[in-house]
């Protein structure tokens, strides 16, 4: 496979302090992988905060050289609207929603469908770390360590059958943890969907952990998505069910608001939101509200690898 460039930030951007922790930390992640020192899933120390460790080897040639968004940031800043609207909710109130046990059911078009219990497909595949780019259609962005495998490995264990063009995810509903389900913004559950050629994209993570650890439940514990040329909200957290479909299915953002979500929602800085430009972006931790805005790259910054997908498509139609 071809070594892909990322777009390098000024060497005035980063500040050595910052180089050095982010090597540290990859160096850490490398060394518990060689030691093989795991926790089952699901195990946390008594401390509130404590998460797993997860351990991975690092994916140098997926992963962008821009400085990470400090973890403070991308674990109380979040939108998970299951725990309500506002930033905030998630971190104050996701603690609460069950994730063991935990298992995702993969069904329709495949030739083997499967549930797989959480420790399971934490064992399908070697986790590696991927540091990508995740911009908000909100208009800011973050740059986060995500764990994880490509979601190709899984659908491959199913064999989906020639009929089986799209993939659904749905999050999971529990309506004693989670208060943001009496609110009428989206139909629940929280449902997306990809083509099938974006879903075996290699770039696209079937995600467990962050930041060296599991995932905290606010960012989508125990397993989400993260496609990363694609707004966040593509990036369905807390999955159940993955179905693999002939239709292409309706997302709950197309449902609740067709004229401003479509079904791809690649990042593209040429095709307005009806409400608001995607020209630009605020990174999260960049100097509170005063720091300069940075122009948004076309599918965030993974043009060369995902471009390819949608030649011929007029993507202001196809939004
Ligand atoms: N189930 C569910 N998944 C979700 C959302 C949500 O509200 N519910 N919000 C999405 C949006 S809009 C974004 S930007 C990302 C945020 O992920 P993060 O909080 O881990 O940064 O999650 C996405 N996945
Ligand atoms: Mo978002």
Known sequence: ???????????????????????????QAGALAATGLALPFGARAAQADALAPLPAQTNAEFSTMEKVTD???ATTYNNF???????????????KMQISP????????????????????LA????????????????????????????????????????????????????????????TVLD????????????????????????????????GAPVRLVVPWKYGFKSAKSIVTIQVTEQQPTSSWMQAAPREYGFYSNVNPKVSHPRWSQAM???IGEGGLFAPRRPTLMFNGYEEQVASMYAGMDLAKYY
């Not at 935990?102 to 497909?121: E, H, R, S």
């Open 81 to 95: 609207y299951e725990f309500g609207l506002d930033k905030a909710d998630p971190h104050r109130l996701a603690g």
């Open 1 to 27: 496979m071809a070594r892909y460039r990322y777009p390098q930030p000024a060497p005035s951007e980063i500040t050595p302090r910052e180089i050095w922790q982010q090597r540290r930390r990859l160096m």
């Open 188 to 219: 629940w559950p929280y449902r997306e969907g990809l083509r099938m050629d974006e879903a075996m994209h290699p770039l696209t993570l079937l995600t467990f952990g962050m930041y060296g650890e599991v995932l905290p439940n606010q960012n």
């Open 281 to 283: 972006e605020r990174r």
């Open 71 to 73: 973890r403070s940031h």
């Open 124 to 183: 399908l595949a070697p986790m590696q770390e991927r540091i990508y780019r995740l911009r908000c259609v909100e208009g800011w962005s973050m740059v986060i360590p995500w764990i994880g495998y490509p979601l190709s490995h899984l659908l491959d264990k199913v064999e989906p059958t020639g009929n089986a063009k799209y993939i659904a995810f749905y999050t999971d509903m529990q309506p004693e943890t989670m208060p943001g389900l009496r609110s």
């Open 102 to 121: 935990w298992a995702v059911q993969v069904v329709g078009q495949v030739a083997k469908p499967q549930t797989f219990d959480i420790d399971d497909l």
